[in-house]
T-cell receptor, first 111, second 113 residues
């Protein structure tokens, strides 16, 4: 079973819409959680960390549900510039590689 | 401050040649990761360095791939006897410590012809 699973989409939404992505992880000992954004032919960039209490950054809200082992990202009032692939990342305590990336969810915001 | 720097940005090489890709992490970051990404695909983990610990090489696809990190800073990924299937973008990332957010370089686009 993969460490991190995401619905690849694509999600095609009109400008101004609200869209939500979920990501599930398999290891209950996972420690840190992040959302990254990757534009076409660019490197991934950190969008936001995800905290247990949930956190918000402008139009973006991230939530963590440890009991069900999933994290979510909500984007309100979608802009054309939000079009990108969104990657969820989970880390866990381990002596080796600790960063696990989902395969990404593609979002296209349509005018 | 400077971010993660990778060089070269683009590399075209002939099949069978060796290539070296360089990554300069953010100063003071103890963790360094190499990934590769083929067109339209997700990130594939290659190797992870953390401080002075032995690197996690579990993602290296074959013994043609190797990497080192000198002095806990700059890292070099070497691919010997390149094959066409090695064509991809090679991404390096660093983080202050394990489990903290990672920052990526712009990547090296490798094309094997």
């Amino acid at each position: 079973r993969k460490e991190v699973e995401q619905d690849p989409g694509p999600f095609n939404v009109p400008e101004g819409a609200t869209v939500a992505f979920n990501c599930t992880y398999s290891n209950s000992a996972s420690q840190s959680f992040f959302w990254y954004r990757q534009d076409c032919r660019k490197e991934p960039k950190l969008l936001m960390s995800v905290y247990s209490s949930g956190n918000e950054d402008g139009r973006f809200t991230a939530q963590l549900n440890r009991a069900s082992q999933y994290i979510s990202l909500l984007i309100r009032d979608s802009k054309l510039s939000d079009s990108a692939t969104y990657l969820c990342v989970v880390t866990k305590r381990y002596t080796g590689n600790q960063f696990y990336f989902g395969t990404g969810t593609s979002l296209t915001v349509i005018p | 401050g400077a971010g993660v720097s990778q060089s070269p940005s683009n590399k075209v090489t002939e099949k069978g040649k060796d290539v070296e890709l360089r990554c300069d992490p953010i100063s003071g970051h103890t963790a360094l990761y190499w990934y590769r990404q083929s067109l339209g695909q997700g990130l594939e983990f290659l190797i992870y360095f953390q401080g002075n610990s032995a690197p996690d090489k579990s993602g290296l696809p074959s013994d043609r791939f190797s990497a080192e990190r000198t002095g806990g800073s700059v890292s070099t990924l070497t691919i010997q006897r390149t094959q066409q299937e090695d064509s991809a973008v090679y991404l390096c990332a660093s983080s202050a410590t394990a489990n903290t957010e990672a920052f990526f370089g712009q990547g090296t686009r490798l094309t094997v012809v």
